[in-house]
């Protein structure tokens, strides 16, 4: 089928490839024009859509796609549907999914997994949205899901893509600080010369034995000991609006928050919440005065 | 090759008869008369067996083990071999080769994931010892494992077979923790209709891909909701070791550890510690009592 | 000095005494007619007022708040100062004061602590707003303060009154689990037969003496042991709001978050996430089925 | 009364000031010559105490209170009295008391708090042992202890003096880091100028005034904004036995546990585990490469 999409990045043009590959007409735009875009502008590619047209927005969330959801309202028309298949926040989906409705135009949100191994083993879709509107754009999630009975969920209701593609990144930020502490502490340990050797062992076998297991035994063999990489990770949203979503719930998610909080602490070279501690550790102790010579050295608290 | 084995519960049966199946001759004792075994005493069994002997220990860690390793000791003679399958903390294993090693006697801990599929899958083999000892038993430890490159790690001398085990379990606790708290956040959503169905489509295409996930979508297909299970999990000495490990060696573990509290909060019918939250706001904040008609409940604090 | 104050519940009721009785003139109102109020409308009260008037609101937080807000703009006149003295979210505040400073009404946001003892050894303040309107209303804050030198602080511009509140707040819900986590320790070891009395002998000379301390050995004076009590608490706002912003600043807060999330848990009759654990737990181990009679029972995984 | 005092430190040259000047005769020995010692070894000290002795041990846990308690037991006899009043873990107790008992040497243990502050505003105790040899000693406890009816406890048998100071330092970890992650908040948003202001005016009529709050506004009064302190703490023993101790009884300990955690981090200049973080993140999405002049980097994952 015919598919309009908004942004040719990474993501975006890996989507493109695979889609097209399995016969489908992309017709791709990126305000970028060195991009390998089919139109030039939002207008020359919905004017190459016949109706009712179906485009994906792969932007960054936020602004940009807000813009444009924004831009693509003012040239479709009743009947068409947009999808976001970006990393939007659940809540921005009701909002465009309210406004759009008022001009006739459906809209689907769609979540996605894969990264970049995603071109050539299939992305994994949760969707969120009305059947009609999910049924539209079928034919697409199908060639972009990996072979096989899962890799395609539709969620919910408008928002339940993204709200699902959320919970999704929390489990992943759990389960790799599991792997990470784990790994620490086999480095910790004069026990075990080679915690890269244990972590290849483990692929095959055992209880934890994951895709994201598989990507660290990857990258220790590109960089024994991850020597090279520095202990510094950023969050992208999804993290945080999981916790958000957890107190909204009153649901108690320590391992997730936790994973959250270790990301915060890498990007400190120092923190200032551990300043108060040493600060009070020498108020009423005197921590930071040895006394020399001493037998006696019991630390006072 | 032969080997002597004690202990045929529900995995050393299962282990005994992979490895029947691949051709060794396995002398199986438990004390339990009722069991398959093919000796009536630890005596018989080592009778049985051709020196050097291999004999591999399948027994709850603790005080079994203990007691069946230094009954062992009275009929073994140098030269022999006792390898501890069981879950053994990693420092039981230091204290054993080391009352051994005056008999020669060589000692091999082994950590053996793979659970009830083992039988079939093959069991993952993280193993501790000298190179000698270790390839005594290499025969036994290759039909065990799973077929492929990995599921073996000889992860270094006594005692590594064990601390490898203890933090693959800290990890697996860490990891199921982060699966659920996701489930029980999609649960709490009214978006998601259908958190098992989103489960099982994360088997394919998604980050956060893994046998535990799969796990999950057999218990969900059998038991929809989990409504059948009840919220309560015991823990089984490793998730506690690893914390203790991580105190020692001083490496933060806030995933698994969490993970580790969890568990114990859900053996609680109530927190003592959330008594003494509630009588703290009961006595700053007489929040047990309401002002019923006034406009003004302003929280107090 | 004049003040018309809404809302005469516990707190406002108590603020209202001790302005009273430190010779200010204070015209309240409460929706309750059964109040103790002074006016029967914010019209009265209003009209009982010399401009330039003073109207401290105490009312819940949220709806109830706006509401009052919205009601007394248009009721008020330039030059007149509204104090939200409630526990309001700090971006309410914000919003508050642009919408009010249109009609050239001042703003001032005040977190106020101390609970049911304020009356009599009076109250923190912590109050955000211009100069100018933080001064219009200085002889109230100084009366409603505690004696001494603290108790009052003008923490920022418009909501950081609330902002600084909420974090006290925060700070209190992890103090009050330390002591808690300490609490239950203690009961749960054989080697302390009073828990009680080991908090009672803390109040003197130990580091962690506090009036947190003070509170919870007048709880145990009550009810020894904390028998009487349900181990279930409630949460207000301000820690759920210091979570948020705590992410939103990618500020690490494991403590307050942890208490936070125990009392979450505190709620819940049963873990929904610790199902997911037990229905692991079954599938790879059999965990449920034991094996009677036999020495092997070590537990898979 | 007389008392034998070993280790004259910073605590024990304290302690034996704040009793000399209440009227007991203090004999000091410490293996520094250049100490203001009365003996100059434990046999000048015990031979200058009329029996039955009471001996006081004052120095570092573990191996040298471990040595001092067993040089002891070599020149003290029957009847006498040993007490710990350094920051030993209450399993040694347990241990020096099973030794001691053989002799017919009656053995307390007592935790000490109060610091440096100490000398003058008196010790909290925490002292476990039998009847009879609390009682022993009750007039030196008393001289160290406060004025008032707080600060001394007797609070179980051997070991539960130590126990007890264990879980008071446990608190005082929680304490201590939800004060330091509420400061960290408050200079991470702009509403707040001072942070330092803030917490000088919670030291009245707030929840959350503590001597701990008094330590750190002195502390912020020499160095305003903690510019000149390094985020860095030493952890001292009784933080991570408390959480030993918690796993042992099955308690779940998160606030304590994290603040225990924060300091081990705080002294990593960088976290392994954030490499395995970081090098997943690469794996998956790429992370680290950008696709410069393009509209859609959506994050992969």
């Known amino acids: 089928m ?3 999409l908004v942004g040719l990045g990474k993501m975006g043009g890996n989507m493109a490839q695979r889609l097209r590959s399995d016969g489908h007409e992309v017709i791709g735009y990126d305000r970028n024009p060195e991009s ?5 502008s939002l207008e020359e590619m919905v004017a190459a859509l016949s109706a009712p047209r179906v485009v994906w927005v792969m932007v960054p969330s936020g602004a940009p796609t807000r813009a444009t959801i924004a831009d693509l309202a003012k040239v479709l ?12 926040r659940y809540t921005d989906d ?3 999914a309210k406004d759009l409705v008022e001009q006739g135009i459906k809209y689907v949100d769609a979540g996605v997994s894969g990264g970049v191994w995603g071109l050539t083993e299939g992305y994994a879709l949760m969707v969120g949205g009305d059947d009609d509107a999910v049924a539209m754009a079928q034919p697409i999630f199908d ?8 890799g395609f969920v539709h969620a919910g209701p408008v928002g339940a893509g993204h709200f699902t593609k959320m919970v999704h990144n929390g489990i992943e930020y759990g389960m790799m600080q599991a792997y990470a502490e784990g790994y ?3 480095q910790a340990t ?3 010369p080679s915690p890269d050797a244990v972590f290849s062992s483990w692929q095959q076998g055992t209880v934890i034995r ?6 660290l035994v990857l990258a220790v063999a590109d960089d024994p000991g991850l020597e090279q990489v520095r202990g510094y990770a950023q969050d992208s949203g999804e993290g945080r609006w999981t916790i958000e979503a957890a107190i909204e719930h009153a649901v108690p998610m320590p391992v997730i928050t936790a994973a959250l909080f270790a990301r915060f602490a890498s990007r400190q070279t120092e923190s200032p919440a551990m300043k108060v501690i040493a600060a009070l550790r020498n108020q009423f102790g005197g921590h930071a005065v040895g006394t020399a010579g001493s037998t006696t050295d019991v630390p006072v608290s």
């Open 190 to 192: 004069d026990l075990v």
């Open 2 to 4: 015919q598919l309009g």
């Open 36 to 40: 390998n875009r089919s139109a030039a």
């Open 210 to 215: 994951s895709w994201l297991l598989d990507l």
């Open 184 to 186: 620490e502490l086999l």
């Open 94 to 96: 009701q909002m465009h």
């Open 143 to 150: 060639s972009l899901k990996p072979a096989g009975a899962g």
């Open 77 to 88: 028309e009743a009947g068409d549907l947009i999808i976001d298949g970006g990393n939007s």
